[in-house]
């Protein structure tokens, strides 16, 4: 008891310095437009139960980290996206704490202590801990499933298995990315019920684990009725956009893409790969033990490899992964000595990239595009923009905003019932255009509705003035300069 107090009391002051220490209110982070997204739908959230966006129930993310974040954006801070992000700060904080539980659990003290120094030194992880979206918090869920799930296997107690089942219920009520370990799960106790029965004489009755079937009982019992009351509130819309989510109409469908590997020991730093492969090796070796923990990675492997469109934080769901097999990769080393020495270079090496990947998630260009606009037309009322939209808009304050395109239902994407073009519309009533340079042309599909009034603007007007920004973008490209160009329209201009 003692111990466990001690553990909520750090867990705690961790909770209450992150508030004081870090400034989560900080920039905008332009390869994450669904900051902007999830800041809309905490505001209704305020008055309702059910997330909507932009006038409709939004499911392509189960409520369940939007709920947690409107919680605490309701009634302690009441500032969206500070909530958001102290929610996936503390997120990767528990996240560490598990595997910390976990190999206590598992192997011993030393190894429970480098398994969350290991995760930290992880630039991915370092990253999304500033951002407020739904991974971290994601991730937390899953990993608890998982670690508790093979504790439970392992140490043969049902109270572990309950507990992974909880956690695997809320990681669905999050998003549907738990789905292969609730596979692997199934095919494990299918599989145990056969070995178990496969001497089954006639009237006797079938053996089923207990222990392996609770979880997918318990998350069961915890997703189901949430998603059966947003069925029966909004059938239409759940079935398009769970349709969309798992690419069963449209252009984008699941592909096998391995050569996104290439980019891991750019997000996960060469030292911890280098000990993942070390560590998967003892796992394979020992299968009995960690043969289990394989499959589930190997199967959120193939998830993000296949996903498409394909961003960098679906990457981050295999951090805990590598963190385990790590953690395996060190023990191989008897000596403390070395142990010790081997982690501090690991330390020495990721010291730069973890700095990178926290300030990266400090961007201010949209913060100072817009303010310059302020100083310069007070008065505007319209924001176009070939990056999403609805960031500047916020951010300038005005209720009309939209892409800069010609094309109709483009336009009304943004704002509904609205018939004109944005060039129309910036020749009578004036506006301000934003054009900006690098995540538009790396992460945006282009309409041609949109290309032609890009073109014509930045062909025929000149910028009323530009501003850059200078640093890391990771984890999206090694590309580290931005560039706002920034059209002024007054009205009835020709």
Not at 95 to 107: D, G, N, Q, R, V
Not at 189 to 194: D, G, Q, V, Y
Request: proline content about 5%; overall charge positive; hydrophobic content about 50%.
């Amino acid at each position: 008891m003692k111990k466990a107090f001690l553990a909520f009391l750090v867990l705690v002051a961790v909770l209450v310095v992150s508030v004081r220490a870090v400034n989560f209110s900080s920039g905008v982070i332009l390869g994450e437009p669904d900051e902007e997204v999830h800041v809309q739908i905490l505001a209704g959230l305020k008055n309702s139960f059910n997330p909507v966006y932009q006038g409709i129930g939004f499911y392509y993310e189960m409520p369940l980290y939007f709920w947690t974040a409107a919680l605490f954006n309701n009634f302690v801070f009441h500032r969206a996206i500070f909530s958001l992000r102290w929610v996936s700060f503390i997120s990767t904080i528990l996240t560490a704490l598990i595997l910390s539980f976990y190999f206590l659990k598992k192997e011993g003290r030393f190894l429970a202590l480098l398994a969350p120094i290991l995760y930290l030194l992880i630039p991915l992880s370092v990253f999304y801990a500033r951002v407020g979206i739904i991974e971290p918090f994601l991730v937390l869920l899953i990993t608890g499933g998982v670690v508790f799930y093979d504790l439970s296997r392992e140490k043969r107690d049902i109270r572990l298995s309950a507990f992974s089942g909880i956690f695997l219920g809320l990681s669905l009520l999050t998003k549907y990315t738990g789905l292969p370990i609730l596979a692997i799960l199934t095919i494990y106790l299918l599989l145990e019920t056969l070995t178990n029965n496969r001497r089954l004489i006639d009237g006797s009755s079938i053996k089923v684990n207990l222990q392996a079937l609770l979880p997918l009982v318990v998350a069961s019992l915890i997703f189901l009725p949430v998603f059966l009351y947003f069925y029966k509130l909004d059938s239409f819309d759940v079935r398009w956009q769970t349709k969309q989510i798992f690419g069963l109409f449209g252009g984008v469908r699941q592909e096998f893409q391995p050569g996104r590997i290439l980019n891991f020991p750019w997000w996960f730093s060469w030292p911890i790969i280098l000990l993942t492969l070390a560590g998967l090796g003892r796992s394979v070796r020992e299968y009995r033990k960690y043969g289990l923990f394989v499959l589930f990675f190997l199967a959120m492997l193939v998830s993000v490899l296949s996903r498409l469109p394909f961003y960098p934080r679906y990457g981050l769901v295999l951090c805990p992964f590598l963190v385990v097999f790590a953690v395996l990769g060190v023990s191989f080393i008897k000596s403390i000595r070395l142990t010790v020495g081997l982690v501090f270079l690991v330390l020495v090496l990721n010291v730069l990239p973890i700095i990178k990947a926290w300030h990266a998630a400090d961007w201010h260009i949209i913060e100072e595009a817009v303010s310059r606009v302020k100083l310069e037309a007070p008065s505007v009322s319209w924001s176009f923009s070939n990056y999403w939209p609805n960031y500047f808009g916020a951010e300038l304050g005005v209720k009309n905003y939209a892409w800069l395109t010609y094309d109709g239902p483009d336009m009304e994407s943004f704002a509904p019932g609205e018939k004109r073009n944005a060039l129309a519309i910036l020749k009578t009533d004036g506006g301000a255009v934003f054009l900006e340079n690098l995540y538009a042309d790396l992460y945006l599909t282009q309409q041609p509705g949109r290309l032609r009034a890009i073109n014509e603007v930045r062909k025929n007007y000149q910028p009323a003035f530009s501003v850059t920004r200078q640093g890391s973008n990771f984890p999206f490209s090694q590309i580290s300069n931005d560039r706002i160009d920034v059209y002024l329209f007054s009205k009835n201009s020709q």
